[in-house]
């Protein structure tokens, strides 16, 4: 009888509204403890940094309340040294507050690594070791020689190299290759591609880069690497053959329209 006469005095009552407050309290506190913690719900839009100086760079990144660690850095000749190569969490991406940024930046000089061999491989297979070495293929120089596509021998700025020479990381090379006899080769299909995989296509089709042409819609470095292919010099066909080592020239943009427009006419002569 005691317990249930007290559980309805008012002195429970007034005890257990106290404890549902004190309850209640804490758990707004640790609530409210843990957001300022986790920053819960605040996000930040990681600023871009490309071709930022480094000094720049952190200032932004400090102004946005993130923080920052150089991880790495590689040579860009087109870019001064020191600025921002790249960065991860990518720009506008959607961070929390302290988030920390991985940076890589210009080196002021290359790195020199020694040159691999490749005199007689293929041409497929200097070109993968060549990649893998963090070489670029410059110009593909076919001469008399029996064998088709056989490295003779590589150059470096117009002079022959050999293997264990310091090369800079990053140089075009240039080959000197077997053109064999009677070899033809098929232009590569380029139109819509991105200048990057235009280049590739044409170099992997025994070819050679000719004259790069932006038109006005390409105002800078960023434009030039998003811009595609509109025109080519001896288009695509199926049924014709050029001699390898000929020069393909390339007009690029950024507009859509005219990408469009050069597509459906591609696409219209292959029904011819």
């Not at 209640?24 to 930022?52: C, D, F, M, R």
């Not at 921002?84 to 930046?105: E, G, H, W």
């Not at 700025?157 to 000197?176: A, E």
């Not at 800078?220 to 014709?240: F, G, I, M, P, T």
């Amino acid at each position: 009888m005691r317990l249930k006469q007290f559980l309805k005095s008012k002195t429970f009552y007034k005890h257990l509204g106290l404890s549902i407050l004190i309850t209640g309290a804490l758990l707004w506190i640790t609530l409210q403890s843990l957001s300022l913690y986790t920053n819960h719900g605040e996000e930040i839009k990681v600023p871009n940094l490309y071709s930022l100086s480094l000094e720049k760079g952190t200032d932004l990144i400090k102004e946005t309340k993130l923080r920052y660690t150089v991880y790495d850095s590689v040579y860009n000749p087109n870019l001064p040294a020191g600025c921002i190569l790249d960065q991860s969490p990518k720009a506008n991406a959607l961070v929390k507050r302290n988030r920390n940024l991985f940076l890589t930046i210009n080196s002021q000089k290359p790195e020199q690594v020694r040159f691999p061999n490749l005199v007689a491989n293929s041409f497929r297979q200097a070109y993968e070791i060549l990649i893998t070495n963090g070489f670029k293929i410059g110009t593909l120089d076919y001469v008399d020689y029996d064998y088709y596509n056989l490295v003779l021998y590589p150059k470096f700025k117009g002079d022959s190299i050999k293997q264990g020479d310091l090369i800079d990381k990053g140089s075009s090379i240039d080959l000197v290759l077997g053109k064999g006899k009677n070899v033809k080769v098929r232009t590569p299909e380029l139109i819509g591609k991105y200048y990057a995989d235009a280049q590739e296509r044409i170099i992997l089709s025994n070819l050679n880069i000719g004259r790069v042409n932006f038109d006005n819609s390409v105002r800078n470095l960023s434009d030039s690497l998003n811009a595609q292919v509109y025109q080519q010099s001896n288009a695509y066909d199926e049924n014709s053959k050029i001699a390898p080592g000929s020069r393909i020239n390339i007009w690029l943009t950024t507009d859509s329209i005219k990408i469009k427009d050069a597509k459906a006419y591609f696409e219209s002569q292959l029904l011819k």
